[in-house]
């Protein structure tokens, strides 16, 4: 089992709807959640982190932790072309000392 | 612009060779982390230095080594370069776990 596992997608939306992106994650020791946007060949970018159980909200994004169901997902509200990227959902691990990746879902916003 | 910094941008080698890639932390951050990053999938953790001492290592042979300097930033050798090798290679700094870490713009090593 992967320590983090996404849908690969590709996700498609229209423009100004809502994307939802989903992550599930293998080490309940597991304290902080953050998930980066890739564009193709450049480096992740951080969006966001969450630590805590509930709803992070920053601008169009949200972010949902919930630890008993070892489950983060991010909404990106307003979808816009310009958020086709991949997004990769990272955990750390139990030690801290590391971050697990998922293989990312790869999301197109069509204008 | 995370203010890491990684070099050579791109850099081709046969097999065998041996490969240098370098990195320079954010100001004020004192771990880095190494992540290899092969075409469609997520960056996998080689290892991570803090104060200049190996803080953790990923699933990846001895051949794969470095070195955090005491400005923190940080080297990543590979010896006995493999096809399976070619990969981006990124570097991530933070302070001490747990805490965001901010990617250089990587490092897209061809073996060949």
């Known amino acids: 089992q992967k320590e983090v596992e996404q849908n690969s997608g590709p996700l498609s939306v229209p423009e100004g709807a809502i994307a939802s992106l989903n992550c599930t994650y293998s080490?309940?020791?597991?304290?902080?959640f953050f998930w980066y946007r890739q564009y193709s060949g450049k480096s992740p970018e951080l969006i966001m982190f969450?630590?805590?159980?509930g709803d992070k909200e920053d601008g169009r994004f949200t972010a949902q932790l919930n630890k008993a169901s070892q489950y983060v997902s991010l909404l990106i509200r307003d979808s816009q072309p310009s958020d086709s990227a991949t997004y990769l959902c990272?955990?750390?691990?139990?030690?801290?000392?590391?971050?697990?990746f998922g293989t990312g879902t790869s999301l197109t916003v069509i204008p | 612009e995370t203010g890491v910094t990684q070099s050579p941008t791109h850099l081709i080698k046969t097999r065998g060779q041996q490969v240098t890639l370098r990195c320079s932390s954010q100001?004020?951050?004192?771990?880095v982390s190494w992540y290899q990053q092969a075409l469609g999938q997520g960056p996998q953790f080689i290892f991570q230095?803090?104060?200049?001492?190996?803080?953790g290592r990923g699933n990846f042979p001895p051949r794969f080594s470095g070195l955090q300097f005491p400005n923190y930033s940080s080297e990543l050798n590979v010896n006995a370069l493999e096809l399976d090798d070619s990969a981006l290679y990124l570097c991530?700094?933070?302070?001490?776990?747990?805490?965001?870490?901010?990617f250089g713009p990587g490092t897209r090593l061809t073996v060949l």
């Open positions: 991530a700094s933070s302070t001490l776990a747990p805490d965001t870490q901010y």
């Open positions: 080490d309940r020791g597991s304290q902080s």
């Open positions: 969450i630590y805590s159980n």
């Open positions: 990272a955990v750390d691990s139990n030690t801290g000392n590391q971050f697990y």
């Open positions: 100001s004020g951050h004192n771990t």
């Open positions: 230095y803090y104060r200049e001492e190996e803080n």
